[in-house]
């Protein structure tokens, strides 16, 4: 990251019920956003592992979430994070379906991202 400070993210009310549903449901989570099309620019959701991180991607985040064992760590493409580094991303739920792969697609919502600036101090 050469200096740059992880752009914070933060989750909405609605967000952190969905992750304390779908954590009873298929165990430890986590995240992934990448730069793609499509559904590929919203943040996935996956079971912890189920999606293979390397050196193209960022960890911006280890989200607690009360009622959730274990922090759900939020990673995002290196590409993406050089575009969105000067944001806060706020993780919230919308209804309509998503994508196939993320797990709150059977629940008839997807997850999304709104960003404001960050301010100096990264808040």
């Known amino acids: 990251m050469s200096g740059a400070q992880a752009a914070p993210v933060e989750l909405t009310p609605a967000a952190a019920e969905l ?36 050196g193209s991607d960022v960890l911006l985040a280890s989200l607690d979430v009360d009622g ?15 575009v969105w580094s000067h944001t806060r991303l706020i993780v919230d739920v919308v209804a309509g379906r998503g994508s196939g792969f993320s797990l709150e697609a ?6 999304l991202i709104r960003s404001r600036l960050a301010d100096p101090d990264g808040s």
């Not at 059977?106 to 997850?111: I, L, Q, Y």
């Open 106 to 111: 059977p629940e008839g919502v997807r997850f």
């Open 68 to 82: 959730v064992a274990e922090r759900i760590p939020f990673w995002m493409s290196r590409s993406q994070f050089e």
């Open 19 to 54: 992750l304390r549903r779908l954590r009873r449901v298929h165990g430890p989570l986590m995240f992934h956003q990448s730069g793609g099309c499509c559904d590929g620019s919203a943040p996935m959701c996956y079971q912890d592992g189920e999606f293979r991180t390397g």
